[in-house]
């Protein structure tokens, strides 16, 4: 007598419905897992812009980057345009780019984590409404992410 040996239609469908709840159940922890692991991203990068953003204004007389002064502190003016550039690269006291008493602050800028810039947008709108990665106001001279309203309260 020969026995044929292997697995019946029944069995391998119950195999496979088994395969398919658990991974019903394990899919969306990973979706999850991400999504929290570029929460941290941001407030970690957050964290350090803000450190580096009050560095950067003690030894600049009290000046955020997005100001500049060509007449020796006399006066200063906004350039927010080179935001970026006076924290990545050198600049003087009164934030001239062409200096080399201080800086680089940070390596390269941060890009968020949410929507992949790594531009910042002085004033303007409210940070959370996008356009940039991250949003700089100077009343309150607070940086904070510009990718949706729910990360802008960080």
Known sequence: MTR??????????????ILGILAAIVIP???????DARESALAS?????RSQLELYNIQHLDRYPHLQSTDNGVTWTPDAASFVVRLTGQTDDYGQITGTTYGPYMQKFP?????????????????GTGGAGWHFAT??????????????AL
């Open 111 to 127: 890009t968020n984590a949410f929507n992949g810039l790594d531009t910042v947008r002085v004033d303007g709108a409210a940070a």
């Open 139 to 152: 009343a309150s001279f607070r940086m904070s992410p510009d990718d949706n309203g729910t990360h802008a």
């Open 45 to 49: 990068d957050l964290q350090t812009l």
């Open 4 to 17: 044929n040996r292997g697995f019946t239609l029944v069995e391998i469908l119950i195999v496979v419905i």
């Open 29 to 35: 922890q990973f979706s999850s897992a991400s999504n």
